[in-house]
């Protein structure tokens, strides 16, 4: 099957970091594209600082980000503000039964693990980790959408997550994003994750972004909403300035 150049870039950049160093023909051949599109590849890579090129080949950048952190080293920064900010978004749960979408990411998953018990609640989610959480709670009707699970953020994505989301309407989206910006809107790294992000927003009547502050003013290569499609962003206090600024432009925002 053929990948997108995105996708091709970002299996190369985590191939590299593996394996240390890889030359220009053994990118070529485990891709099935020429030399000339690898050199181009690893040149884009590089304007990215996800590698650096060297004759022949690529090593490591020497401080190297992913081009998507992992859920397990996404869980690990700004814990403390990623729970009070799931904290805060519960507060938008609908009061009587309602259909609710809950997408990827470390804040939504604890999201998860906070839905009152007492209320009855239909959840979609393309979440594997969504869908652990909430998979014994017997006040939670739960459909897992389907799709290609993706390694990086252990979620559904592709042709069939796209078209089962536009089969579906929802009173509240829970989203996470990589990125937020006033020119950008919301964007993420992944072609295919922002088709679902995109999809899911089409599909809800409320959408709330959970977003730590560190994602504010951020922009990842593709854009899935702008900001007036969203409704809500619920953050915390450490980028005061760019809160301001999202006010201004008329989003309501909702610091925990």
Do not use: W
């Not at 485990?30 to 304007?47: A, N, P, S, Y």
């Not at 990842?220 to 409704?231: K, M, N, P, S």
């Amino acid at each position: 099957m053929t990948m997108y150049a995105a996708e091709r870039q970002q299996a190369m950049a985590e191939l590299v970091t593996r394996r240390g160093r890889v030359s220009v023909a053994d990118l070529a051949v485990r891709f099935g594209v020429t030399t000339e599109t690898v050199r181009r590849d690893l040149d884009t890579l590089e304007g990215m600082r996800l590698v650096r090129r060297v004759h022949g080949g690529a090593l490591p950048a020497e401080s190297f980000t992913a081009l998507e952190a992992g859920l397990g080293d996404r869980g690990l920064s700004h814990p403390e503000e990623k729970r009070r900010i799931a904290q805060a978004a519960v507060a938008f749960l609908p009061e009587s039964e309602a259909t609710v979408i809950i997408d990827a990411g470390t804040t939504t998953i604890l999201l998860a693990g906070l839905l009152p018990r007492e209320r009855t609640l239909t959840v979609l989610t393309h979440s594997v980790p969504v869908a652990a959480r909430l998979a014994d709670l017997p006040n939670v009707e739960l459909y897992l959408l389907p799709g290609r699970v993706r390694h990086t953020t252990q979620a559904a994505v592709g042709v069939e997550t796209v078209a089962a989301l536009g089969r579906v309407r929802a009173e509240v989206a829970f989203l996470g994003t990589n990125g937020i910006s006033l020119d950008h809107g919301l964007s993420t790294p992944d072609h295919a994750e922002a088709a679902t992000k995109s999809a899911i927003v089409a599909c809800a009547q409320k959408v709330v972004v959970l977003a730590d502050s560190s994602k504010l003013g951020q922009e990842r290569t593709v854009r899935f909403a702008d900001l007036t499609d969203i409704d809500v962003l619920v953050t915390d206090e450490g980028a005061a300035d760019q809160i301001e600024s999202f006010r201004s432009a008329g989003v309501e925002v909702v610091t925990a």
